[in-house]
């Protein structure tokens, strides 16, 4: 069954250092998203994407985070300057464009900012 | 604003024996539903969705339930096993919106 892979699975950065990571949605996907839990708490939207532009992002995803699709398989989340409550798993999710689809998700990427 | 909510934190259920985690949901504009797995080290797994046209759909050893009037919904599993021991999440979306707004998650922990 095809699957949303993400990488790397757990990244360790300084503070004030760009971080990105990476997603590779399911291949005829054509909805993407990043997700964030902070440990212990619930799933919160951050940003969707579609037709290379973003349709929607949430009040987390400020100035310091960007999204690229730079190819036709990948699809990337960049912290430019990370900060101490940027640590979270940072979740990508996929979904088709066939009305009302469920996003399916990624593993996710552990980010531990020091 | 949107708000997606679970009643109980934790359930313990014996094995073999039938599950029901409760949602409550506040954005009566939602008329899409979505059950989430979510084990150890790991992302939600989709299990079941259903839409605001209906109040009832079934699955394998699952069934969700969604009372529009009282903005409830539910996840029944039948003869819970070991490895339906995780958290489960409910989600919410509406039709033209991007994000899927999650509850808090509810773990539930099979007694073998």
């Known amino acids: 069954e095809p699957e949303v892979t993400q990488t790397p699975s757990h990244q360790v950065t300084q503070m004030g250092q760009e971080v990105i990571l990476r997603c590779v949605p399911i291949?005829?996907?054509?909805?993407f998203y990043w997700y964030r839990q902070i440990l212990g708490q619930k799933v919160e939207f951050l940003v969707s994407f579609y037709n290379n532009e973003i349709s929607e992002k949430s009040e987390i995803f400020d100035d310091q985070f960007s999204v690229e699709r730079p190819d036709g398989s990948n699809f990337t989340l960049k912290i430019r300057s990370t900060k101490l409550e940027d640590s979270a798993m940072y979740f990508c999710?996929?979904?088709?464009?066939?009305?009302?689809?469920?996003?399916?998700f990624g593993d996710g990427t552990r980010l531990s900012i020091l | 604003g949107e708000s997606v909510g679970l009643h109980l934190p934790t359930l313990s259920v014996q094995e073999g024996d039938n599950s029901i985690i409760n949602c409550a949901y506040s954005?009566?504009?939602?008329?899409?539903f979505i059950w989430y797995k979510q084990e150890s080290g790991k992302g939600p797994q989709f299990i079941i969705d259903?839409?605001?046209?209906?109040d009832k759909r079934q699955g394998q050893r699952v069934t969700v339930l969604l009372n529009k009037t009282v903005k409830h919904l539910s996840l029944q599993i039948a003869a819970t096993q070991p490895g339906d021991s995780a958290v489960y999440f409910c989600a919410e979306n509406y039709y033209g919106n991007n994000r899927l707004a999650f509850g808090k998650g509810n773990q539930v922990v099979v007694i073998p």
């Open positions: 259903i839409r605001s046209n209906m």
């Open positions: 291949s005829n996907h054509l909805y």
């Open positions: 999710a996929s979904r088709g464009d066939a009305g009302n689809q469920p996003q399916h």
């Open positions: 954005n009566s504009a939602s008329d899409y």
